[in-house]
């Protein structure tokens, strides 16, 4: 660490012949526990307290000016206090003078926090080192430092030091900080160290990801008057023939021309719609979230982040390869004929919009079996002033019941089918939010496909929890949700507590705030905070609706089918969090 001793502020320590007696000697001065050590008639001073795990330095060796802390083996400059080792941080070190036989040390001594906590971070997302990650985001979150700075710094370092682009760690930092306005504040560092840390581990072993440069001498924007369908067949033409060099570059070049970012967003939609349900679900999701993180980090580095999602566009597997999707109902050729029509049946239900109002009779036919009625019941809604937005909020709630209803005697692995459905569905409602495109909507007809291929899961349906009087009230009914969580298939119980809570009145704020703590102490799941997301994020718009509660319903079930975990990664938090408190780790347990 740098000091500054500009202004001294000596407290007298030892005499100095104590020390050379002691070799090691512990001293407090003004509330600070120092540790004192003379090496060849040269007396360091360090705080007591390691940096690592809190342990004491007291009593380690000092040999050849370097302080080697006996519980975790750090290695100190006993001068300075810089660690040699990153996973412990430096030590705070204090100057020392000799005067008349006395030990004066100076605790003017004083460093740059924030700085310090800034390159802290980096260091942890470089070496993947969670504790260290866990330590920086609780201090600058302290330092009153706003979440979104560490956000930026973690999406700037998963995009640019992951050779694949954009991944699950992405997504995952982005999901939560969207949470993050639905949880606790005690729980908003614990939300960033989880995304922080997905996007160090994500990055691990991994060569960087070399980005490529705008096309030269291109026209400016409005001295074309096609260059945005320039550029959007362009990269759609790229992205059909799997050529993601030549995709990256038009869009660079597209974003360095100024195309505004909804028409960006419209031509990345529209490739990924090209074919059907992408690497079921996974790539139109992560365009959302690139283009949400792209919205919290205020369009910053948009080349950046938007080029990393190219590659795994352009390499996605595409559902009409599939058999589950050719055989034995071809729905890959059912769709194009839907889509050819959707011109019309726009322009039909132009005059009528705002007056749809069935979406009750739609999600039941959604959760029929026979295709072709669900693609037929899409187009007339549509005909009959159903918004683009409505449409695909429908089929987003009507995938959300696969989960609500999804029986416990299939396979574990069958939560995920459902899943990637609902977030899927999730992911084209947020997309349409943003940019009204008609090639987006086609993915509203992917999602109610991959709902209908899902109806095996609900074979026979769970039953939604009913209205159902309970003798405890809401907050008490609240209080028994974690120990649910602690148990293993508490799914059923879990979600009639939950619709027990919300059919009583129960504070929606409260539950997802309890709901992403206990999300929070397991061990980072991708699926699992996806699911939690587009939850919370699908009540908002249905808030206080019966559906609203199918849909935290749907969650809780998700949630509590994967709980517990080992929550080692919490743990790791909680070391974190006590050493930010002061708190002594070494002390014997109870």
């Known amino acids: 660490m740098n000091y500054s001793n500009s202004t001294d502020f000596l407290v007298r320590a030892a005499l100095y012949e104590e020390v050379k007696s002691a070799g090691s000697l512990l001293v407090r001065l003004q509330n600070l526990t120092i540790s004192l050590w003379i090496e060849n008639g040269k007396i360091y001073a360090l705080d007591n307290r390691c940096p690592h795990m809190g342990f004491p330095l007291h009593g380690s060796p000092c040999k050849d000016g370097i302080v080697t802390c006996p519980w975790h083996y750090a290695r100190f400059d006993a001068a300075s206090g810089g660690t040699f080792d990153s996973w412990a941080d430096d ?30 971070l980096t260091d942890g997302l470089q070496q993947g080192i969670s504790l260290v990650i866990a330590k920086s985001t609780l201090a600058l979150l302290q330092l009153n430092i706003s979440p979104v700075e560490p956000f930026q710094k973690g999406l700037r370092f998963g995009t640019r030091y992951n050779q694949a682009g954009w991944g699950s760690g992405l997504s995952i930092l982005t999901c939560l900080m969207n949470l993050l306005p639905y949880l606790d504040e005690i729980d908003k560092p614990l939300a960033l ?78 490739a990924a719609t090209d074919h059907r349900y992408l690497d079921v679900g996974h790539t139109v999701d992560f365009i959302n979230k690139a283009l949400e993180a792209l919205d919290i980090n205020g369009w910053q580095d948009a080349e950046l982040v938007l080029g990393s999602l190219v590659s795994g566009l352009a390499n996605a597997s595409r559902m009409e390869e599939s058999n589950a999707w050719r055989y034995p109902v071809d729905l890959a ?17 132009q005059s009528k919009r705002g007056q749809w109002s069935g979406q009750e009779k739609l999600v039941s036919i959604l959760l029929e079996d026979d295709p072709q009625k669900i693609i037929d019941a899409l187009l007339n809604a549509l005909s009959c002033g159903c918004t683009e937005e409505q449409l695909a909020g429908v089929v987003a709630y009507a995938a ?66 009913s209205v159902k009087e309970s003798d405890l009230k809401p907050d008490e009914l609240l209080k ?7 148990r293993q298939q508490q799914v059923s119980q879990a979600a009639h507590l939950v619709a027990s809570y919300l059919y009583q ?55 509590a089918a994967h709980a517990p975990t080992r929550r080692t990664s919490y743990q790791t938090y909680q070391i974190a969090e006590r050493l930010s408190k002061g708190d002594r780790l070494f002390e014997a347990e109870n």
């Open 91 to 120: 030590v705070r070190a204090f100057p020392v003078k000799v005067i008349d036989g006395e030990v004066w040390v100076n605790l003017a001594a004083s460093f740059e926090p924030i700085e310090h906590q800034r390159q802290r």
């Open 193 to 270: 160290y989880q995304g922080l840390s997905a996007v160090a581990n994500d990055s691990t072993d991994t060569p960087p990801r070399w980005g490529v440069h705008p096309l030269p001498h291109q026209p400016a924007l409005g001295e074309e008057s096609n260059l945005v369908e320039r550029f959007k067949r362009w990269f759609r033409s790229f992205i059909e023939v799997r050529n993601a060099e030549a995709a990256e570059r038009t869009l660079v070049s597209a974003i360095t021309a100024g195309i505004n970012p909804l028409e960006i967003a419209d031509i990345l939609f529209s």
């Open 333 to 349: 050729a059912m769709l194009p004929v839907a889509f050819d029509s959707l011109p019309s049946v726009l322009e039909k239900g």
């Open 400 to 465: 959300s019941l696969r989960i609500a209803q999804f029986n416990l005697n299939n396979e574990f692995s069958d939560w995920d089918s459902a899943h990637h459905s609902f977030t899927f569905a999730h992911a084209v409602h947020q997309g349409l939010r943003r940019v009204n495109s008609i090639e987006l909507l086609r993915a509203v007809f992917d999602a109610a496909m991959s709902i209908y291929l899902n109806r095996f899961l609900n074979i026979p349906p769970a039953r939604l929890p």
């Open 480 to 486: 028994q949700l974690p120990e649910l969580f602690d």
């Open 505 to 559: 009145k129960g504070d929606a704020k409260k539950l997802m705030a309890m709901l992403g703590k206990l999300m929070l102490r397991e061990n980072r799941d991708f699926h699992v905070i996806q699911e939690m997301e587009a939850a919370f994020k699908q009540y908002s718009f249905l808030n206080g609706s019966e559906a609203g509660i199918h849909i935290l319903v749907a969650a809780t079930r998700y949630l």
